[in-house]
């Protein structure tokens, strides 16, 4: 069923295997027949933000859904369908009082082979995992750069010449002063910008834009029968998706760019619109250039995720991952 002319109430966005799906207003959601049935409601504490345009109720292949945002405060979900949604690894997006993303819900098992790869992934040599760590540094650089062209129309040499100088597990540091130099320069109507998570807007649209990349990298990842608590750089013990923050690192600055492009549109008050929102749900569905082919971004995830894995096994020693064209 098409739900174009619900947008204002879920956003509903076609991709060439999966959809994302955000939930925005009161509704209840139980599965029947390996669909996802969802009935729409109005909240009975106050009205809703968006009006309900058509019919109320609508019925999704659980198939067909491959991330699903729940923003409302007022959603009731069955344990049938979250273990149905789960089984099809889907990713699941709780949000907090603000509609920001929250919390990321994953299966436990994603692949045929998972604990071979899994052993393979905990026992990866220190030396392997520098590596895999300098080649997402590098693609990182290269992409901040190619956005900064974007934006600047000019050439930025230095941020190329930093990749190109990327050393094994990038003991100088050149993560951080690429993104010194990149952060000054992208929004340059914003004297002054900081990036930080509880820093001034638009970072929250960055945050919501990286929520919503996330999800799709650590999804990828258990598709490809890895774990995503066990990074190859970032290690923290209260994060459980540290290798889909090291994974996502490259996919960044194309978030970056939507922002960078919407700015100019703006009027100054960076606040998350439903039609921002629409746009940060289309991430998985941009088209990206990755082993130089064309592929919408939650399939060249799964190459990235996949190139890895085989990384851990010693199948190969390079890790795919997209370039934005300079």
């Not at 974007?150 to 094994?168: A, C």
Request: with cysteine; proline share 6%; glycine share 4%.
């Amino acid at each position: 069923m098409d739900l174009c002319g619900f947008i204002p109430v879920s956003h509903y966005f076609y991709l060439m295997i999966k959809k994302t799906l955000c939930i925005s207003n009161p509704a209840s959601l139980r599965l029947k027949n390996q669909q996802m049935e969802i009935s729409l409601s109005q909240s009975k504490s106050k009205p809703s933000r968006y009006p309900l345009f058509q019919e109320d109720f609508h019925s999704i292949p659980i198939e067909d859904i491959g991330v699903l945002v729940l923003e409302s405060r007022e959603i009731t979900v069955t344990t049938a369908l979250m273990s149905a949604l789960l089984e099809n690894n889907c990713a699941i997006i709780t949000c907090d009082q603000n509609h920001m993303p929250l919390g990321l819900q994953l299966p436990l098992r994603g692949n045929t082979v998972y604990s071979e790869r899994f052993q393979a992934q905990l026992s990866s040599s220190l030396p392997l995992r520098k590596q895999l760590w300098q080649q997402t540094i590098q693609n990182k650089i290269r992409n901040q750069a190619a956005v900064l062209k974007f934006v600047t129309g000019q050439e930025v040499k230095n941020m190329l010449l930093w990749s190109s100088n990327v050393r094994s597990g990038d003991p100088d540091n050149l993560e951080a002063r690429a993104a010194t130099f990149y952060w000054k320069n992208i929004f340059s109507s914003l004297p002054g910008f900081i990036r930080g998570r509880d820093e001034d807007p638009p970072n929250n649209l960055l945050n919501y834009g990286y929520a919503i990349l996330r999800a799709v990298i650590a999804r990828s990842l258990v598709g490809s029968g890895l774990l995503p608590v066990l990074g190859i750089h970032h290690h923290n013990r209260y994060n459980p998706y540290c290798l889909a923050d090291d994974i996502m690192e490259p996919y960044r600055p194309y978030v970056d760019r939507m922002v960078a492009e919407y700015l100019p549109l703006d009027d100054g008050e960076f606040e998350l619109t439903p039609s921002l929102k629409r746009m940060f749900l289309q991430i998985p569905a941009l088209s990206v250039n990755i082993a130089g082919e064309k592929s919408p971004l939650m399939i060249a995830a799964t190459t990235t995720t996949a190139s890895l894995a085989k990384c851990f096994t010693g199948e190969q020693r390079k890790l795919i991952y997209p370039e934005i064209e300079i």
